[in-house]
């Protein structure tokens, strides 16, 4: 797999924290201008776009994105963060090489998503899609395209397109509303933190694989865990 023990490891002058605070947030600490917070759909958007550790605190009513290089290696520390999107995922690694979510020791984190995604809730999506591959014709290229625009909805609370690892001893508490609570298109590990992941559809996946190293690990979901 992906996973070192050293992922997780960092220094403190390398840190760049983040404020959450309703729908805005600050930056401050090692490489702030690689964190830019906008406003979209009536919450805050924070896009990261480097290398590096970042770490979150407070009440966010908005998402994260991490688009870094596809060589950057990402560090997220939750530190006593809720965030919490009426209208994305809560976060979504959309490129990087890896990232590593850490659960900081003793405090509580909560990520939970918005049931809808562009206005169209799951099963308004898997309809418009099965619609619109019957009215494709037998190429392969326009199956694909159908198909290839489906699986770039962020579908969780916590989504990656990357390496993905949580760590940490803390308490993460993952709500997905729209499909799954954590999946990762990618490898993922879990190892340390005590996790409860609550989901519509499924509650944990990842693509290549998925290892549970250590920690406690509570999924109550729809479909399969």
Known sequence: THYNESDADYK???????????????????????????????????????????RFAGELSGHVIITADAA?????????????????AAMSITEADEATVIVAQGTENLLTDGSTRDGQTSADADAAEAKASEAATASDTATDAATDDTTDVASAALY???DLTITGTGSLTVDGTYEDGIHSKDGLVITGPSLIVNAADDGIIGKDYLVLVDGTVDVTSVDTG
């Open 12 to 54: 403190e002058a390398d840190v760049t924290d983040i404020a959450l605070d309703g729908d805005t947030a600050s930056a401050s600490g090692a490489n702030p201008d690689a964190v830019a917070v906008d406003q979209a759909d009536g919450e805050a958007v924070i896009t990261i776009t480097g290398a590096g550790t970042y």
């Open 72 to 88: 950057d290696a990402v560090q997220i520390i939750l530190n006593g963060a809720s965030i919490t999107s009426d209208t994305d």
């Open 160 to 162: 990656s397109k990357a």
